[in-house]
């Protein structure tokens, strides 16, 4: 249905049928946040909402880009170096993959909330990276379509953010979560399909100085790890945390260490199905963050305790924090009870009316209207 109406808008924009359709999902981080720089595992999922990119080539050398997100349309030589705005990361994941050809036409119609933290830039970077491989008949493999958006966003938008967005959004499976360890970029996908549901709320909040706090985030778990003398500081232990001597430092990486023992905690939580214990370790995770590694923000606390009061078994921020999107996991019947909760605790906090979104583990990217 979707992909229907997604070709007929292909069809108005540019008066012909699209060769190809691909789409990807949004994804969240079930547990084990700011571990990826820290070489420590993540846990995350495939969203139900998805972007959706439609393609044509072309014969004069021209990237046509219209986006049902935004009013302008783009229209860039195939192969320009420096290209803003939007633009940058269909371009950017085109040239990355060494398919720039003689042109395409490309409408991209993206359901996955923008800056919301559910990850629209990757789903945008590998539904195009997809739908333009099989327009230009080349088959990339998974892992070469992850380097390539990853690429994107790191060479071409100028976003310096690992490759776990994009691994997430090409590899999820429904009724899955992947477990990604980039100590040896390996992930695999294990069972998740909790009792109730994954809700997510979208906190509506934007936090401008999100990228600077990133960047200072690393640099302070690079220095800890280089005066611990270890690699992969999210495997250093609780000993490490006591031989830091700066107490801002401490809490970092005793949010770094502790995050890691959760994340084991949790998968033990999923394989035995303990969906109390996976709560509460997905609360303690909120805690961390909020106190240790202060990236949360009023917009994700008030999401999160309203939705405990309301009865929700865990509840955390998900994603680089600053603003973006909660989760919480929710018992059977009690959805309704906790989506009003947080909508009547942010009125009166006094801020933006939050959005909901199902959290149902969902299947990565996909050709969907293929050549072949
Ligand atoms: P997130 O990935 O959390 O949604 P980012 O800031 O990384 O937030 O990416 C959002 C940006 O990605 C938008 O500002 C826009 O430039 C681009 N983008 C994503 N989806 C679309 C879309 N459907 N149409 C146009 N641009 C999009
Ligand atoms: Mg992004």
């Known amino acids: 249905m ?3 109406t997604v070709m007929s808008s292909f069809s108005r924009a540019f008066g012909r049928d699209p060769e190809s359709v691909a789409s990807a999902p949004g994804r969240v981080n079930l547990i084990g946040e700011h571990l990826d720089y820290n070489g420590g595992r993540s846990l995350p999922i495939g969203l139900p ?9 072309r014969t004069d ?19 320009a170096p420096d290209v803003g705005g939007w633009a940058a990361y269909v371009v950017g994941v085109v040239q990355a993959l060494g398919l720039a050809g003689t042109g395409y036409d490309v409408l991209v119609d993206g359901r996955v909330p923008l800056g919301a933290g559910l990850s629209s830039s990757a789903a945008l970077e590998c539904a195009a990276g997809l739908a333009v491989a099989d327009a ?21 938008v100028g976003a310096p953010t690992g490759a776990l967005d994009q691994t997430s959004v090409v590899f999820a499976r429904a009724g899955h979560a992947l477990v990604v360890d980039p100590a040896g970029g390996s992930h695999r996908l294990v069972p998740w399909e909790p009792e109730g549901q994954l809700l997510v709320i979208d906190t509506r909040a934007e936090h401008s100085h ?23 500081l999210a495997t250093a232990g609780a000993d490490a945390v006591e031989r830091l001597l700066d107490p801002v430092v401490r809490r970092r990486v005793r949010h770094v260490v502790t ?3 959760r994340v084991g905690q949790a998968l033990d939580a999923v394989e035995a199905r303990d969906w109390q214990g996976f709560g509460r370790l997905m609360t303690a995770s909120h805690a961390s963050l909020r106190d240790d590694y202060e990236v949360s923000c009023r917009e994700l606390d008030v999401a999160v305790e309203a939705a405990l009061d309301a009865g929700a078994l ?8 600053f603003g973006g999107s909660a989760i919480a996991l929710v018992p059977a019947g009690l959805g309704d009870t906790v989506r009003d909760a947080v909508t009547a605790a942010f009125a009166d906090a006094g801020l933006a009316e939050p959005g909901f979104l199902d959290g149902t583990a969902s299947d990565g990217a996909v050709v969907e209207v293929g050549r072949s």
């Open 259 to 261: 995050e890691e023992v």
């Open 61 to 79: 050398g021209r990237l046509v880009l219209v986006s049902e997100q935004s009013p302008d349309r783009m229209e860039v030589a195939v192969d």
């Open 210 to 232: 999100a990228g600077g706090e990133y960047a200072d985030r690393r640099r302070t778990c690079d220095a800890a790890a280089a005066e611990l003398g270890v690699t992969r």
């Open 49 to 57: 909402v998805r972007t959706y990119v439609a393609v044509a080539p």
């Open 2 to 4: 979707v992909v229907e």
């Open 136 to 156: 230009a008949g080349a088959t990339p493999s998974r892992e070469e379509l992850v380097a390539a958006a990853v690429r994107a966003e790191n060479d071409y």
């Open 314 to 321: 865990g509840a955390r921020m998900t994603g680089g924090g």
